[in-house]
């Protein structure tokens, strides 16, 4: 069974650009969760979707956004990059999307660098 | 806000030793407390987790502590070997919000 897969793994960006990353949940799994995951603050949640529908979102700004697709692939971007967005970017799916009932089974993550 | 708070930053023992994490949290409404690995390079995985119900949870050399009263809880690695170095987060789940929020890492190196 294929796991999670994050593309692409490594970019460098500068201020000011956008950035698109995307994952592949695994099969049957229809809920997909963002982590921003920095030295100093460890994993923030970003946001979770199911059913193409965003059912929750962390403190991030608005720069932030995500989508889902029917098939449940998942899309985050982020506009108006900053020196400060530079992280590991991951994502999580799940059966249903809260892991008292299901496990997180996370991707390798995308590492972003902000020039 | 860092809800979840965990001790050490970083941690050194020795090979066939016990390694000790420890978290705290004041949020009532955390229910559910797994702990997640992470290898370099890698993203974290599900380790082992406990409900609030359950002072004690043990699978093979891992082992959760829990004290509801106290609002902590700590992962015990018994035997600790060279091949458990890596990151380790605590995490605790909202069931009202909806959130998993983690704690900010140990990074555990095991020496031989």
């Known amino acids: 069974k294929a796991g999670v897969t994050q593309t692409p793994r490594y970019l460098i960006k500068t201020r000011g650009q956008q950035v698109t990353l995307s994952c592949s949940p695994i099969?049957?799994?229809?809920?997909v969760s963002w982590y921003q995951q920095t030295p100093g603050q460890g994993l923030q949640f970003l946001f979770e979707?199911?059913?193409?529908?965003?059912?929750n979102k962390g403190n991030f700004p608005g720069r932030f956004s995500g989508r889902q697709f029917s098939n449940s692939r998942s899309e985050m971007n982020v506009s108006t990059l900053e020196l400060g967005d530079s992280a590991l970017y991951l994502c999580?799916?799940?059966?249903?999307?809260?892991?008292?009932?299901?496990?997180?089974?996370f991707g390798e993550g995308s590492r972003l660098t902000v020039l | 806000q860092q809800q979840v708070k965990q001790s050490p930053q970083s941690l050194i023992v020795q090979k066939g030793g016990i390694s000790i994490i420890n978290c705290a949290y004041e949020?009532?409404?955390?229910?559910?407390f797994p702990w997640y690995q992470q290898f370099p390079g890698k993203g974290p995985a599900l380790l082992i987790a406990?409900?609030?119900?359950?002072s004690e949870k043990k699978e093979g050399r891992f082992t959760i502590s829990f004290n509801k009263s106290a609002k902590q809880f700590s992962l015990h690695i018994m035997d600790s070997q060279p091949g458990d170095s890596a990151t380790y987060f605590c995490?605790?789940?909202?069931?009202?919000?909806?959130?998993?929020?983690f704690g900010t890492g140990t990074r555990l190196t095991i020496i031989p």
């Open positions: 999580a799916s799940s059966l249903a999307g809260r892991p008292n009932t299901g496990e997180l089974f």
């Open positions: 099969s049957g799994h229809r809920s």
């Open positions: 979707y199911f059913s193409e529908t965003q059912r």
């Open positions: 949020n009532t409404a955390f229910d559910y």
């Open positions: 406990i409900r609030p119900d359950v």
């Open positions: 995490a605790a789940w909202d069931f009202g919000n909806e959130k998993l929020t």
